[in-house]
């Protein structure tokens, strides 16, 4: 599993859901939290987040920067190739699902979601990431 | 005093209701200690236009800007407003409203149970009994047990929008 | 219900509303900007966020229900459906009941509602308009993955992980169809693509700020409102202070103190824009009863404005748009044969003006008519027989009590309140309300209001050795009469002529109702009030000094009491009230006045 230290970087519009999101990662046992309430100050808060973000969890209906341009550009951008970045969307339309594992998502999480849900995909990703290594 | 908790405490079986003890004119009265807020000296009084008589005027509560009303005056006592340096101001806390009461004395706190408290007779006083809820003694001195709300309440306001005069028409 | 879980539903709630405010513009718009896909945009994300967060913090019903608006808004997106004023009237009342159920929510957190009537208006528009497609209603526990990967077309190999599967399959589906560049997607956004849009003047995000009681923000606000008062104090007595280190210190923090005071002031401030917002709506749905075609031109929103005095605006607000809806602008025919556009205009503008906030209800219809308003007073009674009025006088007719200038009392407007009223509340607020008209061009109300009302610029006067607080702001002028400026009219009182103009003199015991020691005007101060429609003076014995006092709000037992606009307290610690110059004048019987027979019109 992710090292409790990692720093993650929570995405979303609403208020209401940074908190939620913030607070499963507590229950996690993170600590080191950064919140961000949309795709574009997501963006300024990763590419200049000292010590560097270790996960970022987005939301993908924003406005300014939909997380799906925001995990384009993650993606994009040579530092953060590897970044493990977690959607979390309400679409059921998995088309747009699928668009997001084209564009190279690490997993995605339909809300509302359980502390319990949560860790099984962080866990899943941590996997991937040792199997890539 | 200003511990509203502590006002009501239970002695055994029977229930302790504590009353502030004052005087107005030659009679002695009490009001429920819960609706006192503190009491203070005299401050200087603003009188207010367009209001009765009883109607002292306002003054300055650490503030708050709080009416003043003599109850001597208001109960048609004979005694009229005279200041002695007992002379006092009660705050009491009516719901939402606070008002200064002035009266010639304050002299103690009673408890008193039930037991204490009669029926109002057919007192004599000066004012309306329907503002009395009760009657104790204390050194053989009849004490009546004011509802201030009551003394206070819908009556003066009709009696302030009276006092002013009526829009021009 | 812990308390994080409690937290989070009042945090929910709160962004709720602040959501439905936001997005009421969008809905309003849809009509009007078809074409423009981000006010469908921002409805949509409006439902969805709604939707997720409600059902991530447990507001079930809120959430079935924006899930159905975001189908129905889903079909609008992609263009399956037609935006037209049907949809948009339900798409508002969607937005209505949203709104009500936040409400409901906020006042009692397990509320229930019903919704079965939206719902299968939404259904039936759903079923209508797409019934080829067999529309599959998810129900709300479509939300879990399993209805996503089941919804799914492409098949999916049944492993555990449902992200795995949907990898598998775009896996094999690139491969499938021979997209070149694997990494393709990546690809098109090179480093130097265009970069979303500059945040760093961004303001800053909710999450920046704090809720705070009003209760303890009026705590400050009279906080600093007593330490404004000793600072008065302390400027006054500076120069008897011999040490320049004092003195120095004295003037550095009377800059602080109004630092503060400044900032403490505008915590209460809120902006104009949801109040404005809903004058939108209101102009809608008004001009559609009636059958008019009217649009309203919105400027200013961003003005604000004491917290108090813009929950006390609404009603008035509303009620002059609809009047100008109502009885400003004429019917599409009456303004073509006017030679005018069928479609009126209604200007809501809100701007600054000195000490002032204006808010202007200006329309483009077919003005007051002078004569009218005449005939119709005297018909009521509100005029003797004979009497002339000139024209000010006579718009001035339409805020008499039981003024109607319609002859049919409609459903829009005619509904029980009338323009004194919106004359009252405004002047309440310690506003007033002018009026300019031109016959067949249009009316406009400017509605003025103080800056804030906690801490106003008084000056301090004594009257039969009483002291009171007049607003600056009601004073004009103040000016030290000769006897020969005051003379006694017979049927009009005392008459004070200042620069050839005359002028209504009274003298402040007498309005007050106390007694009067006769004095001749040469030991007196006029005060010269033009806030009125007439200017008149009152008379007062002496001014002691300007100084800023904070409005305490009088008891309720004074509150039925008209003339004062509260209490204060001087720097020697006693109270004085606060008088309103207007309403003392405008309490005592115009008596001889000329416009005397005129009811509530003095």
């Known amino acids: ?133 | ?169 | 219900m812990d308390d994080f879980e409690k937290e989070l539903k009042v945090g929910f709630l709160d962004e709720a509303s602040q959501l439905i405010t936001d997005a009421e513009q969008c809905f309003l718009n849809l009509e009007s900007s078809k074409d423009d896909p981000s006010v469908l945009e921002k409805i949509f994300r409006l439902a969805h966020n709604l939707k997720g967060s409600g059902k991530a913090v447990g507001f079930t019903e809120l959430s079935e229900f924006t899930h159905q608006l975001e189908s129905l808004l889903l079909k609008l997106k992609k263009g399956e459906l037609n935006i037209d004023s049907e949809i948009v009237s339900l798409l508002l009342l969607c937005n209505d009941h949203l709104r009500l159920m936040v409400d409901g929510l906020k006042a009692d957190i397990d509320a229930k509602f019903d919704s079965t009537q939206l719902l299968s208006a939404i259904g039936a528009i759903l079923n209508g308009q797409a019934p080829a497609k067999a529309v599959v209603i998810p129900s709300a526990d479509a939300f879990p993955e399993e209805a996503a990967v089941a919804a799914s077309p492409i098949p999916i190999p049944s492993t555990q992980d449902p992200f795995e599967a949907l990898e598998a399959v775009v896996q094999n589906s690139v491969e499938a169809q021979v997209i070149p560049l694997p990494v393709a997607p990546v690809a098109q956004v090179s480093p130097k693509a265009p970069a979303p849009p500059a945040t760093t003047a961004k303001v800053a995000a909710s999450d920046e700020s704090i809720r705070v009681s009003l209760g303890k923000l009026d705590q400050l606000v009279n906080n600093v409102g007593e330490m404004v008062i000793l600072q008065t104090v302390l400027n006054q007595h500076k120069n008897k202070v011999q040490s320049a280190l004092l003195q120095k210190t004295i003037t550095q923090l009377s800059k602080i103190s109004k630092n503060i005071q400044d900032i403490s002031m505008s915590l209460r401030m809120i902006p104009l824009k949801q109040t404005f917002q809903k004058m939108q709506r209101i102009v809608r749905d008004t001009s559609k009863t009636l059958g008019k075609s009217i649009e309203l031109h919105i400027s200013g929103e961003e003005t604000e404005l004491d917290k108090t005095v813009l929950e006390n605006l609404g009603d008035p607000l509303v009620h002059l748009i609809r009047n100008a809806v109502d009885h400003g602008i004429e019917d599409p025919k009456e303004r073509a044969a006017a030679g005018k556009d069928p479609v009126g205009n209604v200007y809501l503008k809100a701007y600054h003006q000195g000490d002032h906030i204006v808010i202007e209800i200006k329309d483009d219809g077919k003005g007051l008519d002078a004569k009218k308003l005449t005939a119709k007073a005297l018909e009521k009674g509100l005029l003797r027989p004979g009497q002339t009025l000139t024209d000010q006088e006579a718009y001035h007719l339409i805020f008499a009590p039981g003024f109607s200038t319609k002859a049919v009392v409609t459903d829009v407007s005619g509904r029980g309140v009338g323009m004194d009223v919106v004359r009252t509340n405004i002047e309440r607020l310690s506003g007033e309300v002018q009026l300019t008209t031109t016959l067949g061009g249009g009316t406009c109300f400017k509605i003025l209001l103080p800056l804030t009302l906690a801490i106003i610029d008084g000056m301090l006067i004594t009257s039969e050795d009483e002291r009171y607080v007049i607003p600056l702001a009601q004073v004009f002028e103040s000016i030290r009469p000769q006897d020969k400026d005051v003379h006694f009219v017979t049927g009009v009182g005392e008459v004070l002529t200042l620069r050839e103009e005359n002028i209504q003199v009274y003298r402040l015991p007498t309005l007050l109702s106390r007694k009067l020691t006769p004095k001749p005007a040469s030991d007196t101060i006029a005060i010269v009030v033009r806030t009125s429609e007439k200017p008149f003076a009152v008379l007062v014995d002496e001014i002691i000094g300007q100084q800023q006092v904070v409005i305490k709000r009088l008891g309720a037992e004074l509150q039925h009491i008209r003339g004062f606009s509260g209490g204060a307290i001087l720097g020697d610690g006693r109270a004085a009230l606060i008088l309103d110059m207007g309403e003392l004048v405008s309490k005592t019987k115009p008596s001889q006045a000329k416009t005397s027979h005129l009811r509530g019109v003095a």
């Open chain 2, 1 to 169: 005093m200003e511990n509203q908790k502590t006002s009501k405490s239970v002695v055994g079986a029977t229930s302790v209701e504590r009353y502030l003890e004052f005087s107005l004119g030659a009679e002695v009265y009490a009001m429920p200690l819960l609706a006192v807020r503190e009491v203070i000296a005299v401050p200087e009084i603003t009188p207010i236009p367009y209001t009765p008589p009883h109607f002292l005027g306002m003054m300055n509560l650490r503030g708050q800007v709080i009416s003043v009303i003599d109850l001597r005056l208001k109960f048609n006592m004979k005694q009229a407003a005279t200041h002695t340096p007992e002379t006092a101001i009660i705050i009491c806390n009516i719901g939402s409203l606070s008002l200064g009461v002035v009266v010639n004395s304050v002299n103690s706190v009673l408890a008193l149970t039930s037991q204490d408290i009669s029926e109002k007779p057919g007192i004599e006083s000066s004012i309306n009994t329907a503002y009395i809820t009760g009657v104790t003694r204390k050194d053989n001195q009849l004490v009546l047990l004011l509802d201030i709300g009551k003394v206070l309440n819908v009556t003066d306001y009709a009696a302030i929008t009276q006092a002013a005069p009526a829009k021009a028409a």
């Open chain 1, 1 to 133: 599993m992710f090292d409790p230290s990692t720093r993650i970087l929570v995405i979303d519009d609403m208020m209401t859901m940074r908190k939620l999101v913030s607070k499963v990662c507590k229950e996690l046992g993170f600590m080191d939290l950064t919140e961000a309430s949309d795709g574009a100050l997501g963006w300024e808060a990763l590419a200049n987040a000292k010590p560097p973000i270790g996960l970022v969890i987005s939301d993908w209906n924003m406005p300014n920067c939909t997380g799906f341009d925001l995990l384009k550009r993650v993606r994009g951008d040579q530092r953060f190739k590897e970044l493990p970045f977690v959607m979390v969307t309400a679409e059921s339309e998995n088309s747009q699902v699928i668009d997001a594992i084209k564009a190279g998502v690490s997993n995605y999480i339909i809300k509302p979601f359980t502390a319990d849900t949560l860790k099984e995909k962080l866990e899943a990703v941590h996997k991937k990431i040792l199997a890539g290594k």
